[in-house]
């Protein structure tokens, strides 16, 4: 039996790879990624992905292995880290869950119900045919399998257009709910970082400087406004300074306060997470004992 798969979620800036990393040190684990933008290639700086030391430090999953125009799910999240909890148990490992999207969070451990998703075969195929046809040709397409719905939708919304294809050509009967932890019957701890509003700032405030002392502007342009994950916190705001509409002070500003109303909306959900161990995260070495001791 496989000692329980350690859950960590909290806002962004707690803490959360550091101390995932030390406890997986501790414990001989493996952690799987659990942020929605950090699964995404290129965007390390403003994502605050795992370093290339961390990563060197202990074994990460889903890290950086989607390109940013590719479209991620929730569903599609809790498949794949099934699979990595999987692979780390049959290597006689413990699993580290850890990140701040706490819908995926809470999918994983089976809290809220998905079903399959779109089928992947067709958006794959979507993918490469959008790559190749303007969307005009894409809207004609839709309109032979969907005439009503391609005459609500302008030729050239081709995020739409795609999507309604998607649906046009996937249609079957709705598949069976998704495996969860739950499901599987595998245990699990679910921990949440917690740290008061003015020391959490702070280090959203560091944080937003080595941000950009590392080149985030210049990662901003490589991904692209238009790639699926630049709607991400940060990017939207380099885009808006990179079109003119910030100076430099503003933009770091928009950067700090922006990223703190995310850490706020976060630290709101996770208190409605079931089931729940806190963690005070204002001392890293005490946060790492409170963990260790809710393990034995």
């Not at 190749?132 to 839709?142: A, C, F, K, N």
């Not at 969860?180 to 917690?194: E, I, Q, W």
């Not at 490589?222 to 990017?235: C, K, N």
């Amino acid at each position: 039996m496989n000692a329980p798969v350690v859950v960590l979620g909290g806002p962004t800036a707690s803490g959360k790879t550091a101390l995932a990393i030390a406890l997986a040190q501790r414990i001989d684990a493996e952690i799987v990624n659990a942020d929605s933008r950090q699964v995404y290639a290129g965007m390390a700086i403003g994502t605050a992905a795992p370093t290339a030391d961390e990563l060197a430090a202990v074994p990460h999953h889903l890290v950086g292995f989607l390109d940013p125009s590719e479209r991620y799910s929730a569903a599609r999240f809790v498949r794949d880290a099934l699979a990595a909890i999987d692979a780390i148990h049959a290597r006689g490992k413990r699993a580290i869950v850890a990140g701040g999207t706490g819908f995926y969070l809470r999918a994983l451990c089976g809290d809220v119900t998905l079903g399959s998703g779109p089928d992947d075969s067709v958006r794959d195929r979507l993918a490469r045919e959008a790559r190749i046809h303007s969307p005009e040709v894409l809207h004609d397409w839709l309109a032979a399998l969907a005439p009503g719905r391609a005459a609500a939708l302008a030729p050239g919304d081709s995020y739409r257009v795609v999507r309604a294809l998607e649906a046009a050509l996937g249609k079957q009967p709705q598949a069976a709910p998704i495996e969860t932890l739950r499901s599987r019957g595998m245990a699990f701890r679910k921990f949440v970082l917690r740290m008061e509003p003015a020391l959490l700032a702070e280090r959203i405030r560091v944080r937003t400087g080595a941000m950009l002392a590392a080149g985030f502007v210049d990662e901003a342009i490589r991904i692209g406004s238009d790639a699926v994950a630049a709607d991400a916190v940060g990017y939207r705001e380099a885009y808006a300074y990179l079109d003119g509409f910030f100076d430099t002070a503003s933009f770091r500003e928009a950067l700090e306060r922006n990223t703190r109303r995310y850490a706020k909306r976060q630290a709101t959900w996770f208190r409605a997470e079931p089931d729940v161990h806190w963690i005070d995260a204002a001392d890293a070495s005490a946060a790492r004992l409170a963990l260790l001791d809710n393990l034995t």
